[in-house]
C-alpha cells in the first residue's frame, strides 16, 4: 500500500463505558464505528472499560464491547503520580468507590497511549463535573477528552486534509486518485 492508498487520518480512540452504543442508537459512535470497520480511524477501550462492561447483566453491551480491542492497564511506579493527578482532578477528595477508581483509570490509560477519550461523562446540568467538566485540566496531563460529536467532527475535518493532500499529490504525480 502506497502512502496514497492510505484511509487511516492518525486517530486513536478509547470509548469510555457510557460510550458503548449497544442498541446503536447513538449516531455520532456508529459513525465512529464505521470509520473503525474501514480503517480510518482505531477505535479501542481501556481494559477498566472493558471490564466495567462486563459487570451488570447486560448481554448487548457485553458483546459491543467485545467488538474493541483493549489496553491493559500498567501500575509502573514512574506511572503512579499522574494517576494520582488526574483522580485530584476528577474527584478533589480522592475516588471513593470502584466506579470513580475506573474513570481515573480510563482517562489515564487514553493519555498514556495518546488517545482521544470519547465519554458521555459530565459537563451537563445533572453533572457539571465528570470527566467532560474537567476536560480542560485534564488536557493539562496529557487526556484529550471529548463528546462522541465533538470527535466526529474532529475527523471530518482531518479526512479532509487527507482527501486535499490526495488529491494534491495524484495531481502533482500524475496518478489516479486512490479509491
Request: hydrophobic share 35%.
Amino acid at each position: 500500500m502506497t502512502y496514497d492508498d492510505r484511509c487511516d487520518v492518525g486517530v486513536c480512540i478509547h470509548l469510555d463505558t457510557n460510550s458503548i452504543n449497544a442498541r446503536g442508537k447513538l449516531e455520532a459512535v456508529t459513525q465512529l464505528e464505521k470509520w473503525k470497520a474501514n480503517d480510518v480511524i482505531m477505535l479501542e477501550m481501556a481494559a477498566a472499560a472493558h471490564d466495567e462492561a462486563f459487570q451488570g447483566n447486560s448481554p448487548a453491551r457485553q458483546a459491543k464491547a467485545s467488538d474493541y480491542i483493549y489496553n491493559f492497564d500498567t501500575h509502573a511506579p514512574r506511572e503512579q503520580a499522574t494517576r494520582d493527578q488526574i483522580e485530584q482532578v476528577l474527584f478533589p477528595g480522592g475516588a471513593a468507590n470502584q466506579n470513580q477508581r475506573t474513570d481515573v483509570e480510563i482517562c489515564f490509560v487514553a493519555g498514556r497511549c495518546m488517545c482521544w477519550l470519547v465519554t458521555l461523562d459530565g459537563d451537563s446540568k445533572s453533572q457539571p463535573g465528570g470527566i467532560l467538566g474537567n476536560r480542560d485540566r485534564l488536557r493539562e496531563l496529557g487526556v484529550e477528552a471529548m463528546r462522541p460529536e465533538e470527535a466526529v467532527a474532529d475527523i471530518r475535518k482531518k479526512i479532509e486534509v487527507r482527501d486535499n493532500n490526495a488529491r494534491f499529490f495524484a495531481e502533482k504525480l500524475g496518478t489516479p486518485l486512490p479509491d
